[in-house]
């Protein structure tokens, strides 16, 4: 008998095309709505292999229903819709997919950085709405990206890749994790400082961490004032390791100059969240990894992560943590 699999989203035909050659596949078909929680319940009874995106909670009573689970494959390097540890202590094998995203999340985390810096956004509304009367020199000015001092908070595969970038602009590059990395130090000229003399020194401030018990609201009120009144703070990571409310007020109050954000605690985000009223906020929805070529290789590699662990293979991005 087949061993059973279910995808939490319509995925391109070849990739599936190829879980269905060896096993039997379920999928939910809707490309653009998650799927719902009580049919995710119903559909993990039987199944061997899930995969999933970042949208499905993976959690006790979920794992609980999944008697026969032998592995959960996030299509995502981030892992904290996932409760590891239960999945572990039921004998489930969870994988991610690091790496094949790390460049792609890096130009965006660039392209955020620059168009916060550069008001682009607000610029090209400026533009649409007809506000384009005259040119007057200090008309929508930013603040300069080249030569200016960048704070990477997790120097990982994404945090370093955005310092490679930041050294083609001439930027000055402090980093903090809680450990130090000396290859990148020595190869990439970068600074290791403590928390707080990031967020003092530091024009842009960049947080790439995971998610975790440790980084959640790990920007919060007390950071945020540390942090110059020209700074920008850049998130691409995760939601939540930026406390909203207190993100809200710096930027209401002008403690901090601007934010560019790709996430946020609740996604989608409410049009009505307050955080979307300030003109000092640029946003976009989660879009860190939206390539066309990126989306395909994670999709791959997630595949393959499931049909390693389903065919007795160990899973080459098996979370080990
Ligand atoms: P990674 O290689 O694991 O890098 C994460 C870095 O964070 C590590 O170097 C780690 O260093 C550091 N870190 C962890 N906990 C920390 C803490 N408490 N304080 C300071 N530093 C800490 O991961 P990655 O591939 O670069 O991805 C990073 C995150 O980006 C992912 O977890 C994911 O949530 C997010 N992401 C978002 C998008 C998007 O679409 N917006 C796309 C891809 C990834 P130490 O262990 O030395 O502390």
Redo the contacts with the bound molecule.
Sequence with gaps: MKQKVYITRKLPDEIVDRMREKYEVRMWEEEEIPVPREVLEKEIEPVDGLFCLLTEKIDQPLLENAKNLKVVANM?????NIDVDEARARGVVVTNT??V??ET?AD??FALLMATARRIPEASEYLRHGKWETWSPMQLTGQDVHGATLGI?????????VARRAKGFNMNVLY??????HEAEEALDLQYVE?DELLKESDFVCV?????K??EN?IGREQLAKMKKTAILIN???GGIVNEDALYDALKNNEIWAAGL??FVKEPVSVKHRLLTLPNLVTIP?????SIQTRMKMAEVAAMNLMCVLDGEEAPNKIRE
Excluded: K, Q
């Excluded at 903090?176 to 990395?181: G, L, W």
């Design positions: 995502a390097v981030g892992y904290n690091p790496g995203l790390t999340t965006l985390t908070i997790g120097l990982g595969r994404i945090g370093e890749a903090h994790n809680r450990s130090r990395h928390f790439l961490t995971p998610l975790t440790e980084t790990m691409t990571a995760r790709d996430v989660h879009i860190g990894s939206a």
